[in-house]
């Protein structure tokens, strides 16, 4: 557990760790009356999802490794939870675990109390307990869920979160949820052995030829719940069109992914509608989720997500007629094809130009030796922002490994496409701007979960206006 975790966030004590002086607002704590006032003025459809989740201890099959992890009800991925745009999420977690648990929704922008972020938005959820997260799903996209205790995002704690567009033309045929995952929980290690290691011990950087290495060997790597070995089949038709929504749901991994024989229409970063731009592979950072458009060809052919500066591969496959299955370590031509980038990709609502109100320097400190990892040097950071003003978040990455940056509650604009989570390189500087619209206090972290669990996070708080 990091430092920054353990500190009560709820309360009084906020101001304390924020360093926060009499001259400055008090913060806007998820139980302000705003947050709920916000939530409010959302509207909504008036429908209800009501699902119960529970996170249990179990054996697991991969596809031939058989694990013992902890899921969401016995399955991994867990279910998808798929609502419309507006529809209120009434979604119960029990904690069957023999841990304290939370449930973060990634990506859509929610009301505060119901982020899941222990101890800043809600306590933990303790082993016996249950809690119901109740919130509407304002903006249709491809969102996923996990706990946001931990290292637990490293074990099979995830799941889609699919938004449907009211609006949306449908101008395909099918619709697959590809969730991309690295694995190490059960196969003789799990999560909190492998921190403890890395701190003790310091890491090695995994890069090989690619910039996006990993601290940590996984020795599996699952599309939607297998392994490479025993991958699951898409069947469709020739000529039909797809849309996938890729998720990267792994903890250490960013994964190249190429579908052999097809050229991918990139369509969506992170839920949010681009200018299409069609690409041979895309590369997706823990976090990310890319919504992409293929018309299949007749055949059989690998999806292939290849981890980035590591050994290894997920795979899936696509059936849409006759052919012989691929081998598990099939690598199609189309992964050394066309990568597309954040600057090619371009909103389609793209955020209004705007003079920033306040900008705020983020800058990604640490190293693998130490295993400490912080934002401007700590793991308890605090940017103060206010309901209404733009925001500019500047990302500027002093360290040797790559991070991709989380700001919850939010989607940003980078330059080009809108987005939650961002890449940022060894050496780079990313800005992104957002306007304050959504009172409480947000985490922005990396989405290494070891990373983030070593320290590297900071928290966006909204300051009350007097
Ligand atoms: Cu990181």
Redesign the pocket.
């Known amino acids: 557990m990091s430092p920054f975790t353990r500190r009560a966030f709820l309360g009084a004590t906020v101001l304390g760790i924020a360093g926060c002086t009499a001259a400055e607002n008090p913060l806007v704590l998820p139980t302000d009356p705003l947050v709920e006032r916000t939530e409010t003025a959302r509207g909504g459809t008036g429908r209800t999802r009501a699902v119960t989740l529970t996170a249990t201890e179990g054996q697991i099959d991969l596809g031939g490794p058989v694990v013992r992890t902890w899921t969401y009800d016995g399955v991994l991925p867990g279910r998808e939870i798929r609502v419309g745009a507006g529809d209120l999420i009434e979604a119960r977690l029990v904690n069957r675990l023999p841990a304290d648990t939370s449930v973060h929704w990634h990506g859509p922008a929610l009301r505060n109390d119901m982020d899941g972020v222990p101890p800043l938005t809600q306590a933990a959820i303790r082993p016996g307990a249950d809690f119901t997260y109740r919130f509407i799903a304002p903006t249709p996209g491809t969102y996923w869920f996990h706990p946001h205790t931990g290292t637990q995002l490293d074990r099979g704690l995830y799941a889609p979160l699919i938004v449907e567009d009211p609006a949306e033309p449908g101008a395909y045929d099918a619709e697959w949820v590809v969730v991309l995952d690295d694995w190490l929980d059960g196969t003789g290690t799990d999560p909190d052995q492998v921190l403890a290691g890395l701190r003790k011990r310091g890491g090695h950087m995994m890069h090989g030829a690619s910039a996006l290495g990993g601290d940590v060997a996984h020795p599996h790597h699952l599309i939607n719940g297998r392994v490479a070995s025993a991958p699951l089949t898409f069947a469709a038709k020739p000529g039909q069109r797809v849309r996938m929504r890729l998720i990267n749901a792994g903890a250490d991994t960013a994964y190249r992914v190429a579908l052999a024989g097809h050229r991918m229409t990139v369509t969506h970063t992170d839920g949010v509608p681009v200018v299409p731009v069609d690409t041979d592979a895309l590369v997706i950072g823990m976090g990310e989720r890319y919504d992409v458009l293929v018309t299949l060809a007749d055949g059989v052919f690998p999806l292939v997500a290849v981890a980035e500066g590591k050994s290894g591969a997920g795979l899936a496959v696509v059936r849409t007629g006759a052919g012989t299955a691929p081998v598990p370590d099939v690598r199609p031509a189309e992964l050394r094809g066309k990568v597309v980038g954040y600057d090619e990709l371009k909103a389609t609502t793209p955020l209004p130009s705007r003079k920033p109100d306040v900008v705020h320097r983020l800058e990604l400190t640490g190293g693998m030796m130490s295993y400490e ?1 912080g934002i401007n040097g700590r793991s308890d950071g605090l940017q103060r922002v206010r309901s209404g003003q733009r925001v500019r978040l500047e990302f500027v990455n002093t360290t040797m ?1 790559w ?2 940056m989380h700001l919850h509650g939010h989607t940003f604009q980078l330059n080009g496409p809108r987005k939650d989570t961002a890449v940022v390189l060894p050496g780079q500087t990313v800005a992104c701007e957002f306007d304050a619209d959504n009172p409480g206090q947000w985490m922005v972290h ?1 989405h ?1 979960a070891y ?1 983030a669990e070593a320290g ?1 996070m900071a928290v966006l708080g909204y300051e009350e206006q007097r």
């Open positions: 990892w490994m991070h991709p990396c290494n990373h590297m």
